[in-house]
């Protein structure tokens, strides 16, 4: 949460022409309820739970989207193999290292809660990491770069 996955994300789409997806939105659209008020509710694994179920959906309809993904995904196998599948680009960054405001849809979470377990799936299933310093337009050109190699 909070590395710029959105920002990232509807850059990329627009630059290559493509529909971009956004896992938070298509949440709240489909359940009328932020995915804090999810996890609030009917728990974290509820909000995983739909969170991979958005992916696989998006995926399934748009093979040609950008599309922004909940990191909880990588802790499930069906996540594991639907990345495997598409093109996945990590961006490997600490929220408190994302120059973008905070949302009202995230929840509580430490920065590094889930980090250091999901680290080595990411690691493993990226086909692209986008770390370090840079501002979106940066990691969107890195992106298009490898895209276009």
Same mark, same amino acid.
């Given at each position: 949460?909070?590395? $710029?996955?959105?920002t990232? $994300?509807?850059?990329?789409? %627009?630059?290559?022409? %493509?529909?971009?997806l ?23 694994? @509820? ?17 040609? @989207?950008v599309?922004?993904?909940a990191?909880?995904?990588?802790? =499930?196998?069906?996540?594991?193999? @639907? ?10 960054? =600490?929220?408190d290292?994302?120059?973008?405001? $905070? ?5 509580d ?8 377990? %999901? ?11 986008l ?10 050109? =890195? ?7």
């Amino acid at each position: 949460m909070g590395v $710029g996955k959105t920002t990232v $994300g509807r850059l990329l789409a %627009r630059r290559l022409g %493509r529909p971009f997806l956004d896992g938070d939105q298509q949440i709240e659209e489909t359940t009328g309820r932020t995915g804090r008020e999810i996890a609030a509710i009917d728990g974290v694994p @509820a909000l995983h739970a739909l969170e991979l179920s958005v992916l696989l959906q998006a995926l399934e309809d748009s093979s040609d @989207a950008v599309v922004a993904a909940a990191a909880s995904i990588v802790d =499930r196998p069906e996540g594991q193999s @639907a990345i495997a599948e598409a093109t996945c680009i990590w961006i490997d960054r =600490r929220p408190d290292e994302s120059s973008g405001p $905070g949302e009202e849809h995230r929840r509580d979470v430490a920065p590094n809660e889930n980090l250091e377990r %999901r680290r080595p799936l990411f690691e493993d299933l990226a086909d692209l990491v986008l770390s370090g310093p840079g501002n979106p337009e940066d990691y969107v050109d =890195r992106a298009l770069a490898f895209l276009h190699r």
